[in-house]
């Protein structure tokens, strides 16, 4: 069964082709019905292949199916070819899995909205890309879904395009991401001429190989790093993904926060051969996760706009993602991926669930008491906040435990700390989040309380079953501590992943995870003492720190000293082109060659009579001539 | 028998008549009768020389040559009457349309 | 040559068959040229196209004459000449404006018939002429064009189609007139 693996990404494309020519025509309940449908056979065959996959020896991995010659050009070959190995088995169930349940969600999220099956449409479009970019065998077809998803994610931040915000959103992620993009394929590029193929697995082969050195090594890791960032929203390239919220919940929810932003986490787990091969790459990764770890959790402290915190808290997750990767625990980094998943798109679907109940409100300042009105959020949403927190028992916990013992192991005592520093602030502003909305006083705009109703069920059930997985998901890798042998992920993904783990002794774990443990709940006791029983607090500390307050209340002027520096002189560049060149230069030449033509169009038009004898007789002096020159 | 070198002179003859009659008439009809001349002297071109190579693909092309022309005289036909029926003449001379 | 075999035709004959055909040819077609009435001239192509048709009988055509007495020198010049009745034809026919295009023409006809026998002299110097065996049959010709040229065939008849659908569209009444 494992080999119709490549049916995987046939579902939802051929749900998006049908959708895109016939959508407007179709009923809505059918859209919902084939949309969701085509996902969930995506999940389908992805399990079972998931299940054949564990029958498989590992010698006979990685599953390789090369539906067709894409590319041939002299030596550069690129085949049509999809690869199925446990990483992939593991995104293609993420990403099958929670889009399932998120395109469920969004039957009733976007119930009433006027392009019910453009979204749709976009949807499908965007499983089917990650779900390439996930399965190709060479970076090549990689980049092509990583394109894909950028596209998507274009389309579906500026869904609603009336609104100028959302579409300037949209625009702005296209573009912060071709600077990543350009990385990247820098980065295909120099391997292709390194190693003359861009096969996943000919590049493992030429590294065990010995043909690449470590400072190639570090160059094009570096370079495939850059593409990360932008996709995964890392420093310095994260200024999109807050603006992304711009877009329907449901979006935020699957792109930002499960599969899409995790592309570039997937893409440095998939080269790890690559970066095991430099340390100064690795470092690097880790450094700048956890710099964005401990940045983007310090900006959502001050924000207001519920769907904001969230997004800054999944750049401030994908930082950790990269930790566990750039210390060489790539295990530890796609675990991340995988309970952030659940957690992550958890609480994206509560929080829409929340703006759903309030009529689309977004500010928290207007929330509060909305615990005994909205039970059925409320409780996911809490399960959520403690799964992130790292709350012993629940999936982040893990994860997040696995990453910081890493970073610990592997001597890199900054990146812990960061680490450390990140996760109190996690704790603290996720229940920022939750005592603001859903405990406290009512703030309420009396219009929106009088519209105040809980999420139907087909909303609220898909948070069920994630809440469901954001408790149990992380029991699949239990740390050392608990006993041997249960680190079950890592060993399934041993095939694929080259790193080798450090190893410290029990009593030093045990000091870790406690640490970890204790300053979750020291994060979640300032955000009680600040919003339960001292609420006054927050605005007297405000005003003693003004500067620190502004500076993250404004999350640190980042997007203003990118629009002084990049931003402007490349308008006004444009601008002096424009005038100087585009206008006088290139107008000139376009507008003389034109003019020319017309001349000798004007000239030449005496020959077109419009006679059918004259046209003939031309005719004929023409064959007669032809065939005076043949014969003599 | 006949030597193919009478056939080819007769088809050229034929197709030359053809070219003339195309210039000499003016009304399109006898127009596009002098084009079925030219037509049918190539087609006695090319079954003389299936003949003289004894090969029996001349005669497919004239039968193709002839189904074709059977369409073109259709389509053609339906030209001259829309033209009819807008300017009130089949002159040549008065259909200029594409006049550059 | 079985056709002429078949009913036994001396050279000869076959000869004085050929020149008279020829002279049905030439002669009909040069009356078409100098008939003013286009109806009469239909009627002379016709003539024409008979005698052109028992050229290729002569030439172990008898399929290809049959189609052409039948297509040709029937159904399209039928066609011909339900358009001439349908248009009045001589309303507005005037002299010829350019006289000097109708002496340039025959200087040209004149020129390309010069070429043409030369070209066909250039021809038979190489020909080998093996015309012996009996090529003509009409069931090698169906053979043929149910194999090898099936698929010229079957693309004809669309090309057929397409044809009838744009005389239609052409020549009928637009609904607003």
Not at chain 1, 589 to 605: E, I, Q, R
Not at chain 2, 69 to 95: F, H, N, P, R
């Amino acid at each position: 069964m494992t080999d119709l693996f490549w049916l995987i990404p046939f579902f939802p494309i051929l749900s998006t082709f049908i959708l895109a020519v016939f959508g407007t025509k179709l009923p809505k309940k059918y859209i919902s019905l084939q949309a969701c449908f085509a996902v969930f056979a995506s999940f389908a065959v992805s399990l079972i292949s998931f299940l054949g996959l564990l029958k498989t020896g590992p010698e006979q991995l990685p599953l390789l199916k090369t539906l067709f010659s894409w590319i041939t050009a002299g030596k550069f070959q690129i085949a049509f070819s999809l690869q199925f190995d446990s990483l992939t088995a593991v995104m293609t169930l993420i990403v099958s899995g929670v889009g399932f349940i998120i395109h469920v969600y969004s039957i009733g999220y976007m119930a009433k909205d006027k392009s019910y099956a453009r979204f749709f449409t976009y949807m499908n479009l965007f499983t089917f890309s990650m779900l390439m970019l996930v399965m190709s065998s060479n970076l090549v077809l990689m980049f092509v879904g990583w394109e894909g998803v950028g596209l998507c994610s274009y389309l579906l931040i500026g869904f609603w395009y009336e609104k100028h915000s959302a579409s300037n959103a949209g625009m702005k992620a296209f573009i912060v991401n071709r600077i990543g993009d350009a990385g990247f394929l820098l980065a295909i590029l120099f391997l292709f001429v390194h190693i003359g193929s861009v096969e996943f697995t000919a590049i493992n082969q030429a590294i065990s190989g010995n043909m690449i050195t470590a400072g190639f090594a570090t160059l094009v890791g570096i370079l495939l790093f850059v593409g990360a960032t932008g996709k995964s929203a890392q420093i310095p390239l994260y200024v999109w993904l807050p603006d992304a919220m711009e877009g329907p919940t449901p979006v935020s929810a699957l792109i930002h926060a499960a599969t899409m932003v995790t592309a570039g986490v997937y893409m440095v787990a998939r080269m790890n051969m690559l970066y095991s091969l430099s340390t100064t790459a690795g470092n690097i990764v880790a450094l700048v996760g956890a710099l964005t770890a401990v940045f983007a959790a310090s900006m959502a402290l001050t924000q207001n706009d519920i769907k904001r915190v969230l997004a800054y808290s999944t750049i401030s997750q994908l930082g950790y993602m990269f930790i566990g990767c750039g210390v060489g625990a790539y295990a530890a980094g796609i675990f991340h991926l995988y309970t952030h998943a659940f957690f992550k798109s958890l609480l994206f679907l509560a929080a829409g669930s929340v703006m759903h109940a309030l009529s689309g409100e977004l500010n928290m300042q207007k929330m509060g008491g909305l615990k005994k009105y909205l039970p059925r959020t409320y409780y996911p949403f809490l399960i959520g906040a403690i799964a992130i927190a790292g709350i012993p028992f629940l999936s982040g916990f893990f994860s997040k435990d696995a990453i910081l013992t890493s970073a610990y192991a592997q001597g890199n005592y900054l990146v812990w700390a960061l680490g450390i520093l990140g996760a109190v602030m996690t704790a603290f502003y996720m229940f920022r989040l939750i005592f603001m909305t859903f405990h406290g006083k009512e703030r309420l705009e009396p219009e929106a309380k009088k519209h105040l109703h809980e999420s139907p069920p087909v909303m609220t059930l898909p948070l069920a079953v994630l809440a469901f997985f954001a408790v149990v998901a992380g029991y699949v890798s239990l740390p050392a501590v608990f006993g041997k042998n249960l680190d079950w992920f890592g060993r399934f993904l041993e095939p694929v992943i080259h790193g080798h783990a450090h190893h410290i002794s029990l009593g030093m774990e045990w000091l870790l995870i406690f640490i970890s443990v204790a300053v979750a709940v020291l994060g979640i006791f300032i955000a009680y003492v600040f919003y339960i029983s001292k609420t006054h607090l927050p605005s007297q500390l405000a005003q003693k720190f003004p500067f620190l307050y502004r500076l993250l209340f404004n999350k640190y002027y980042v997007d203003e000293a990118y629009n002084a520096l990049f931003i402007q002189p490349a308008v006004k560049g444009s601008e002096l082109v424009y005038k100087h060149f585009d206008l006088k230069v290139i107008d000139g030449a376009v507008n003389g060659a034109g003019k020319s033509a017309n001349a000798v169009g004007k000239l030449l038009s005496f020959l077109q009579t419009g006679f059918i004898k004259d046209y003939a007789l031309i005719f004929l002096v023409g064959a007669i001539l032809l065939l005076g020159y043949l014969l003599f | 028998m006949i030597p193919t070198s009478y056939f080819i002179v007769l088809s050229a003859l034929l197709f030359v008549l053809g070219i003339v009659a195309f210039f000499v008439k003016k009304d399109l009809i006898t127009q596009f009768l002098s084009i079925e001349v030219m037509l049918n002297a190539g087609n006695l071109a090319f079954i003389a020389f299936a003949k003289a190579h004894g090969l029996i693909e001349g005669q497919i092309i004239v039968f193709f040559i002839i189904t074709v022309a059977a369409a073109e005289a259709a389509v053609g036909l339906a030209i001259i009457l829309l033209i009819y029926k807008q300017k009130k003449t089949i002159k040549s001379e008065d259909v200029n349309l594409m006049k550059g | 040559m079985a056709l002429c075999q078949k009913y036994n035709l001396p050279y000869k004959m076959q000869e004085f068959l050929f020149f008279i055909l020829a002279i049905i040819c030439v002669g009909a077609v040069l009356a078409m040229i100098l008939t003013k009435n286009p109806a009469y001239s239909a009627l002379w192509l016709v003539l024409a196209f008979l005698g052109i048709a028992g050229i290729f009988g002569l030439l172990d055509a008898p399929f290809i004459a049959a189609i052409q007495i039948i297509i040709y020198a029937g159904a399209i010049m039928v066609l011909f000449i339900f358009v001439i009745m349908m248009i009045d034809v001589r309303k507005g026919l005037s002299p010829e404006k350019k006289k000097w295009t109708l002496f340039l023409s025959g200087f040209l006809g004149l020129v390309l018939l010069f070429e043409l026998i030369t070209a066909a002299t250039g021809v038979f110097s190489q020909l080998k002429t093996v015309g012996t065996e009996n090529i003509g049959s009409p069931a090698g010709l169906g053979r043929l064009l149910f194999t090898d040229f099936l698929y010229p065939f079957e693309i004809t008849s669309v090309l057929i189609i397409a044809a009838l659908v744009g005389a239609i569209v052409l020549a009928k009444k637009k609904e607003n007139e």
